[in-house]
């Protein structure tokens, strides 16, 4: 064996690689869900790399722009005495949507619809509450605002408290959007580690 033989890599012959469709193979063929959308996932993947890689004035997270487009959103309302007829506007805005989820479960006769569409489907709850869980008649998520209400109120940005928001825009918009399904919920009170529990109730 000379020099030239002993460094070459050795390579196991691979057999031709099996056809995707047709007898046995599919059972070989895994789908991402994402076929012809393979830009727009890497994009995705780019902005979340760069969102969480983000460490001006404070570590980023990845719901962090959402977060805060709501807390400018809030601050405005309650500085200028509208926190009420924001939340008004905002119930009514999401009305179209929401009869059709009453419809739906008229129809249907199964209340959880409201819980699926209020916390499942919707990336306005999921992108928020980035720790949104549970099923059935429950959803259990973490406070989305305190991290950066805590930044952010340092440098006099906001003047807002994740309970004030919890209290004054998280539990009535969301009462507010069960009332037009035509369901009932109760949002647990404030808790000081920032748990929030919503659940259906007859």
């Known amino acids: 064996m000379n020099a030239q033989t002993a460094t070459k890599p050795v390579v196991a012959e691979v057999p031709p690689h099996l056809p995707i469709t047709g007898g046995g193979a599919n059972q070989y063929k895994t789908l991402s869900g994402f076929e012809g959308r393979e830009a727009e996932l890497g994009l995705s993947m780019s902005i979340l790399l760069k969102m969480l890689g983000n460490h001006a004035g404070y570590a980023h997270e990845m719901n962090d722009p959402l977060v805060k487009a709501h807390l400018l959103a809030i601050q405005f309302a309650k500085s200028n005495g509208m926190l009420g007829q924001y939340i008004a506007h905002d119930i009514k805005t999401m009305e179209p949507i929401n009869l059709r989820i009453k419809q739906i479960i008229e129809k249907v006769g199964n209340p959880e619809i409201a819980m699926v569409a209020l916390f499942d489907r919707t990336a306005c709850h999921y992108a928020l509450a980035l720790t949104s869980?549970?099923?059935?008649?429950?959803?259990?998520?973490?406070?989305?605002?305190?991290?950066?209400?805590?930044?952010?109120?340092k440098i006099g940005q906001f003047d807002l408290t994740a309970r004030e928001i919890h209290e004054t825009w998280t539990i009535p918009r969301l009462t507010g959007y069960a009332a037009t399904m035509g369901v009932k919920i109760r949002v647990s009170p404030w808790q000081e580690d920032g748990t929030i529990t919503c659940e259906l109730i007859d």
């Open 133 to 153: 869980t549970g099923d059935g008649r429950s959803r259990t998520w973490k406070d989305p605002f305190g991290y950066v209400l805590t930044q952010c109120r």
